[in-house]
DNA sequence: ATGCCATATCAGCACACAAGAATACGAGGT
DNA sequence: ACCTCGTATTCTTGTGTGCTGATATGGCAT
């Protein structure tokens, strides 16, 4: 029963998961995504990085199957295909509310 | 209503959280402390990874309040502290089930 | 006090990845 | 056909981060 260890491409998948979600701009796409499908240009607009970058952090959300492509003419509007994501992020929130430090050591070593 | 962006400090705390759980040593030790606290030395028997290296990713994890340290003499026992962490984890593994592409693209444009 | 063991930290290298600039692709309109 | 606009891709640079090996800290036993 000594805790069956996962396969590693299992873990590795996970990890690839959550590194996806494990950075700002993503979140703020996400985020944006959320009260409907928007186009690149709008993307743009809203988290105000370029649109290269905007593009880019798109298609590792896509990649990662957490948004989907949807193409009309020259525009490319993209919209949330994972709403499990909310779940996690709400999780994780949660958690801060109960008094975590955001940064900096949690707790010295034991004391004497 | 057009989606209220939250504080970008939030969004980074959320990013390093997930960021945390991005590696998957990080989450086989995660793992490996699901049925009960665990010394340093089980963990790095355990990971087949070294000691300073899972050392280093313990304090990663305490410095996320993922995980808790307890010192009994030179041994040093951690031990889950936020077990909502396998959660998440399931809802990722749960999506895998349904059909997602580990790597490569998830779709082609939309075709004609 | 000294030697040993478990754990933590430090220095260095290698790789992954994000941001910016410039450019290529593709669809529509004139 | 050409031009224009929206989007995607490439290249380069810089920063962050994981891994290895050596070393420091601290408790326990002799």
């Keep these: 029963m000594a805790s069956t260890t996962p396969d590693p491409e299992t873990l590795e998948y996970i990890a690839s998961q ?8 993503r979140l703020q796409l996400l985020h944006a995504l959320q009260d409907g499908e928007k186009s690149v240009g709008e993307l743009v607009e809203v988290t105000g990085s370029s649109q290269p970058n905007v593009s880019r952090h798109l298609a590792v ?7 989907t492509r949807r193409a009309a003419g020259t525009l490319a509007y993209f919209a949330i295909a994972a709403p499990y994501v ?8 949660g958690t801060r509310a109960q008094g975590h430090s955001t ?9 004497p």
């Design 18 to 25: 959550f590194r996806a979600l494990g950075e700002p701009l």
């Design 61 to 67: 959300l896509r990649q990662r199957g957490l948004v």
């Design 86 to 93: 909310f779940d996690l992020c709400d999780a994780v929130c």
């Design 103 to 111: 940064a900096g050591d949690a707790a010295p070593q034991t004391p």
